[in-house]
């Protein structure tokens, strides 16, 4: 894996900055400043139509950016950094928790509203904390939460749950974050979910992932594992996000496999945010990984965030009753669990 000309830059100012401002805040700054500052450059060599001008949902700031370089990971905005990504999130819990998309300066203050984030980005998090009772989690440090090993004293505690682009970093089985993650869910409650995925199954890179660690070997890195068998195994340059030794991808998701996930996890219905709000920057472009400059590619980068909500209440009431009739045997029931179930919210793209 060698390094451009580009990325060797960005590499050196990262160090500059890291090295010259030991504070986070100050860091924090400096970067702010440097984007204004590369960004009103930008906007002195381009034609004023090919840049899109909206607020940003997250920091409530009017900004712009040349739409046909708006992809899902990109910082568009001059003053937060947040990407089409982040901003999608919020645009999705805002519809869900208040029925229209609203700023993140706008929402009310609901400490009513109990949430949780797996590893949520700073800048949003800490304004959302602001607004509901929200809590963002992390597997390494406190306050902490680790998905697939969940307290069963958290069940059923909260009313949203945030997930940005996790699940393709945690070990298999996924089947078990899902499942968890249902769990810990209010009836009613609602996940806003997100990772990269493409058309068809998910693929795993690593099924029989066990004992593993990533090593560097040379110029490049590999994965070595030991089964449960024992048996050894190595897999050459897997695939970062982040940068190269940082955070694994152990699957790349596909959209089928998905809905099946969705489904056997409990989540009663699943609705796909993938419209456009050009007013806050959400644009969803073409995104082809051979032409991205991550290397290894990473595929699945122009996926819009899920909303996954779990069975409402009366509904999850209903079927304790008709499993605890069939337990006894009784026919009659059985026939109108039938008709309990057909109400119950299909899985769909568009959650209509």
Same mark, same amino acid.
């Given at each position: 894996?060698?390094?451009?000309?580009? !990325?060797?830059?960005? /590499?050196?100012?990262?160090?500059?900055?890291?090295?010259?401002?030991p504070w986070p805040s100050v860091r924090v700054k400096i970067s702010d400043w440097k984007r204004r500052l590369v960004w009103h450059w930008t906007r002195l060599k381009r034609p004023r139509n090919s840049l899109l001008f909206y607020t940003c949902n997250i920091c409530g700031k009017k900004t712009w950016y040349p739409r046909a370089k708006m992809g899902r990971e990109v910082p568009s905005c001059m003053h937060c950094g947040s990407t089409v990504r982040?901003?999608?999130v919020i645009n999705a819990l805002s519809? !869900?928790?208040f029925g229209e998309s609203l700023l993140l300066s706008d929402f009310p203050r609901r400490p009513d509203l109990?949430?949780?984030?797996?590893?949520?980005? @700073?800048?949003? /998090?800490?304004? +959302? /904390?602001?607004?509901?009772?929200?809590?963002?989690?992390?597997?390494?440090? @406190?306050?902490? +939460?680790?998905?697939?090993?969940?307290?069963?004293?958290?069940?059923?505690?909260?009313?949203?749950?945030?997930?940005?682009?996790?699940f393709e970093h945690i070990s298999p089985p996924i089947q078990r974050a899902f499942e968890n993650a249902r769990r810990l869910l209010k009836p009613g409650g609602v996940m806003i979910f997100s990772v990269p995925c493409v058309a068809g199954p998910t693929k795993e890179h690593f099924p029989e992932l066990n004992d593993f660690s990533i090593?560097?070997?040379?110029?490049?890195?590999? +994965?070595?594992?030991?089964? +449960?068998?024992?048996?050894?195994? @190595?897999?050459?340059?897997?695939?970062?996000?982040?940068g190269p030794g940082t955070v694994v991808e152990m699957r790349l998701f596909g959209k089928d496999s998905l809905q099946t996930d969705f489904k056997e996890a409990g989540f009663a219905s699943a609705r796909l945010y993938g419209e456009e709000y050009p007013k806050y920057g959400i644009v969803w472009l073409p995104y082809d990984a051979e032409e991205a400059p991550y290397r290894p590619p990473i595929y699945g980068l122009d996926a819009p965030p899920w909303a996954l909500r779990s069975v409402s209440s009366n509904a999850e009431e209903l079927d304790g009753k008709v499993q605890g009739k069939l337990q006894q045997?009784?026919?009659?029931?059985?026939? !109108?669990?039938e008709f309990i179930h057909s109400e119950h919210l299909p899985l769909k793209e568009d959650g209509r």
């Open positions: 894996m060698h390094a451009t000309g580009k !990325e060797r830059y960005s /590499a050196m100012v990262r160090w500059l900055i890291n090295h010259m401002a982040l901003r999608s519809n !869900e928790l109990i949430g949780v984030g797996l590893t949520d980005w @700073e800048r949003y /998090a800490g304004l +959302l /904390a602001t607004k509901l009772s929200y809590t963002n989690t992390y597997y390494h440090k @406190e306050p902490f +939460l680790d998905i697939t090993s969940v307290d069963p004293i958290q069940y059923g505690r909260y009313d949203f749950l945030i997930s940005s682009d996790v090593v560097k070997k040379g110029n490049s890195w590999v +994965l070595r594992n030991r089964t +449960l068998d024992g048996r050894e195994q @190595e897999f050459p340059d897997p695939t970062f996000h982040g045997g009784n026919e009659d029931f059985g026939r !109108e669990s």
